[in-house]
T-cell receptor
Framework: QKEVEQNSGPLSVPEGAIASLNCTYS??????FFWYRQYSGKSPELIMS????GDKEDGRFTAQLNKASQYVSLLIRDSQPSDSATYLC???????????FGGGTRLMVKP | GAVVSQHPSRVICKSGTSVKIECRSL??????MFWYRQFPKKSLMLMAT?????????EQGVEKDKFLINHASLTLSTLTVTSAHPEDSSFYIC????????????FGPGTRLTVT
């Protein structure tokens, strides 16, 4: 069973702080990693993709990938109340075509 | 990013009727589209993978005769919930991946189905 694990939260951070969201995966051959944001009652929105070890930055978001540790994270700098949502980690395994999702981490940014 | 639309956004139907949901990729061609279902406060559950011009691949436990999928063109896939029952009430979301090796997958806005 290929798994993607996330802490369900809620993760509560004050406005302006850095939010750190973590994800581990079991399929060592996975090559593609994604972070989606899902507001309550809405569909997921792709915010970051990362394929190589290291950091990838896009605005206030930084994705970090460590394939040796099978770990991917998302940092949100200068967190805003509008960032409050569930963040889904998703992985495409080496044999597959489909996304495997983690259960999501609920982030709450308090003003 | 690429845009995926779904129609309708909300539908209420009576038990025993069928409902068709459309998923369109608006600015790209998608050989592969995916259909998910999500119950309140639960994770996304993949129902099936839809491939243009061929039969859909259903996940274990998903009845292919109840959830009919057609992917007749590179920009349109449809999901028909046949003989709907109240337990089919859920949030149905499609996603699409652009043809040609692109790995990003974009989601439509979802369709909220209520069966009375």
């Amino acid at each position: 069973q290929k798994e993607v694990e996330q802490n369900s939260g809620p993760l509560s951070v004050p406005e302006g702080a850095i939010a750190s969201l973590n994800c581990t995966y079991s399929d060592r051959g996975s090559q593609s990693f994604f972070w989606y944001r899902q507001y309550s009652g809405k569909s997921p929105e792709l915010i970051m993709s990362i394929y190589s070890n290291g950091d990838k930055e896009d605005g206030r978001f930084t994705a970090q990938l460590n394939k040796a540790s099978q770990y991917v994270s998302l940092l949100i700098r200068d967190s805003q109340p509008s960032d409050s949502a569930t963040y889904l980690c998703a992985v495409i395994g080496d044999a597959g075509n489909m996304l495997t999702f983690g259960g999501g981490t609920r982030l709450m940014v308090k003003p | 990013g690429a845009v995926v639309s779904q129609h309708p956004s909300r539908v209420i139907c009576k038990s025993g009727t069928s409902v068709k949901i459309e998923c369109r990729s608006l600015d790209f061609q998608a050989t592969t589209m995916f259909w998910y279902r999500q119950f309140p406060k639960k994770s996304l559950m993949l129902m099936a993978t839809s491939n243009e011009g061929s039969k859909a691949t259903y996940e274990q436990g998903v009845e292919k005769d109840k959830f009919l999928i057609n992917h007749a063109s590179l920009t349109l896939s449809t999901l028909t919930v046949t003989s709907a029952h109240p337990e089919d009430s859920s949030f149905y979301i499609c996603s699409a991946r652009e043809t040609g090796g692109v790995r990003e997958q974009y989601f439509g806005p979802g369709t909220r189905l209520t069966v009375t």
